[in-house]
């Protein structure tokens, strides 16, 4: 299993290049959002950094054909594209935006650096110095005698040997060295080729955030350069390019790429922070626009005649782009567990008197908690309702990134004056139902309500997993466990983990 941890943060959109109906193309588009807390100018603002890759796939219109033929001009093929990115904010939420980055900036037909350098240094030395001295002595003596009778006459034969052997020895030895070694090394490499082709990038000349990138044949024919028409709207070209074209015999190509299709990417990235109290911003508009020029040479009447033919923008628009969303960090491994506290300060879009919606974000940017039907926030951290105001919900959102790891959800809170429902539906499935009726400091809970989202152990009768690998969304509703009767429900924090 393949998991890219950088998905989590991505919005894609995969769509047809079309052109007053013709399809010329496919692109991809990702947005990546991640969260940014700015404390420069000694200030501390959320907002988001977001990045935008951009592939786009052109295909020559008359197919390569690997077959001997007589070739009298190649027609339609492209060899000039633009691609721009454009921004509307029709809902005017957004405080400021920034153009951080962009590729490619300017890449001709072949760019390629290299430089390596390596340094080393070694010294050795080494001494040994040893003295001793060694003394040996052996003494040895020995003797025989044997008595014994052969018939009458007495014989013998007696033996006694020793010997004796002593050794003194004594030696000392020293020895000492020395090495040092050092090295260094530094290789930097980078190389980049569009074979025949080249890309430039522009800015807006109002806001100087809004890049759109150049990319045009440069040989044999650079139409980036030579797009001057004369009264036939034929293309004028100087000899050097017609010579490069046509030799009077034979009809060369155009460069490969256009010969068989062009395989572009580009990326901007722009730092968008959010006046106060936004919340939505489902409303901006991401607008990408690509305009392909095909051309053409060919004989006639002897002659090589060049002339280019633009289609009308492809046109494809990203919406929908929920940054806070986008930018949560999973929850588990390294990162732990998320858990918001109400506190009043760290709200994005804080409860009203009337039960209005509000956000907030986990400081460790692991859960985003959105609802509405709290009438109050307390300075101590509690979001307080009676029921007054409607219908009261939160919905959760967190990230999991992995399969293993046990996830719970908890609630700190109370009530007086009776009791509570909540209604918990965990990513459209089934609703788990809790009741609560603990006053502040009673029910020997600690005022703590704990459902299991994901419980691996076999053996327990909580074993079950509601979680599905990346966003998920839990719906919370509160409702009065009598209608008739009085309820004060008081919600300190959240916790998911």
Known sequence: MIIKERDLYTQSTTAALMSSGTRIGTTTIQYEVRRYVDTRNLTSTNSFVVTCTQRFFVPNGDPFSPT??????FVDYPALITNGITFSDPDSIVSTILLLDYAPKTMNTSVTTSQNAATSTGTTNTQEYSSGSSVAQT??????????????????????????????????????GHTVDSGAQYSNDASMAIKDWGSYAQLD???????????????PWDLIDFRNTDENDNIVLPQYVIDRLYDGTQVYPPSELALL???FASKASWLVTLKAGTTDTTSLDFDHA????????QLQSSALVATIRTYQPATETVTNLDLARLALDPIGGNNGAAMVGFIPTQFDAAPTSTGGPFQIR???????????????????????????????????????????EDVSLSFKHWVENGGVTLSIQVNGGTTITRLIDAPEAGGGGDNVTVVPLRRKDFTSVDFCDLLSLGTNTVVVTFAKASSGSAANYTLMAIAAG
């Open 362 to 404: 986990a400081e460790s940017n692991l859960m985003l908690v959105r609802g509405s039907g709290f009438t109050g926030a307390s300075q101590t951290g509690f979001m307080t309702t009676d029921f007054s105001a409607g219908t009261v919900t939160l919905t959760l959102y967190f990230k999991v990134l992995e399969t293993s």
């Open 205 to 219: 000349a109002t806001t100087n955030c809004w890049p759109t990138w150049i990319w045009g044949q440069e040989y």
């Open 139 to 176: 003494n040895s003596y020995g003797g025989s005698l044997s008595l014994g009778f052969f018939g009458k006459s007495p014989t013998g034969d007696i033996g006694i040997s020793g010997s004796k052997s002593s050794t003194n020895e004594s030696s000392w030895s020293q020895g000492s």
């Open 68 to 73: 001997a033929q007589q070739v009298t001009g």
């Open 290 to 297: 690509l305009t392909l020029c095909v051309a053409t040479h």
């Open 261 to 263: 299709g062009v395989n």
